[in-house]
């Protein structure tokens, strides 16, 4: 596995509207048991995210936080890049991060131009790690040719639905972390009949069958998104779901594929 691990189940703070919820989603995800945070720019809620993490009993040694910079459609340009990194941290009230995505391979990102400010910041002690996000195995092979910083995660949808089989095998054979987004698939894995046997079977919920075969596979951590602390717990109660082989075969029997995140700029439209 890969050292310095984060851990598993982390909290994800994506929303449409309703930023200021993070606040108190934050604290109370942290209540419950969470210890890992994940945000971004392009969500307009950091600063809330770092409210309620300064806010909360737990101290901020003890909590994995993330964000996510260089979106395809927010500026500025290359050059502003440290400027943006900066201002991650403004916003959440940090002196620093664990972990500092490359959001999206597209858009203003030019793997010589960005990459070196990213490197910059993990010499500068902005971030304790670099991660990229929405990446292929090809974008992978080239971001690392240019960083100087190791590559200790990448973040991308996965989920029974979109099982990630290579990107998940590089992970594994270049040793860092998969970090798996929208890891129910926004629902659409809950219905699935395979996965709803699965459930019944363990007194569990679709839910908790998703997250227990996502951070099954060695180097993957998931970070669903949840707004209740019933959810927040429910999806914690995943990490003592044992799954066994008959429940894998299953999972994995799925032919159904769906892709929530699937925008033109993403590079596997390319």
Not at 42 to 66: I, K, P, T
Request: proline share 6%; with cysteine; hydrophobic share 40%.
């Amino acid at each position: 596995m890969p050292v310095d691990d984060l851990p598993r189940l982390g909290l994800g703070t994506y929303s449409d509207d309703d930023r200021e919820q993070w606040r108190e989603n934050v604290r109370t995800a942290l209540d419950a048991g969470f210890r890992h945070v994940d945000t971004a720019q392009v969500y307009e809620n950091e600063r809330f995210v770092g409210e309620g993490l300064a806010d909360s009993d737990v101290a901020r040694d003890d909590v994995w936080l993330s964000t996510k910079t260089v979106h395809h459609d927010v500026p500025p340009d290359p050059e502003q890049v440290p400027a943006a990194i900066d201002g991650c941290l403004d916003r959440l009230g940090v002196d620093a991060v664990d972990l500092l995505y490359v959001h999206w391979p597209s858009g203003v990102y030019d793997h010589e131009e960005v990459l070196p400010a990213f490197d910059a910041a993990y010499e500068a002690g902005k971030t304790r790690h670099v991660g990229l996000s929405n990446f292929t195995p090809e974008l992978l092979d080239e971001a690392r040719e240019v960083l100087d910083a190791p590559l200790f995660a990448h973040q991308v949808e996965m989920h029974p639905l979109l099982p990630q089989e290579e990107l998940v095998a590089y992970a594994q054979a270049h040793d860092h972390w998969l970090v798996a987004y929208s890891p129910l698939g926004k629902g659409a894995a809950l219905d699935v009949p395979e996965i709803r046997d699965v459930a019944e079977k363990h007194d569990a919920t679709p839910a908790q069958v998703s997250l227990a075969w996502v951070t099954s596979h060695d180097n993957v951590a998931a970070i669903p998104k949840a707004s209740s602390r019933e959810h927040m717990a429910q999806n914690l109660a995943a990490r003592d779901l044992d799954l066994d082989d008959e429940d894998f075969e299953l999972i994995d029997s799925i032919d159904e594929r769906h892709r929530e995140i699937d925008a033109d700029h993403g590079p596997w439209n390319w």
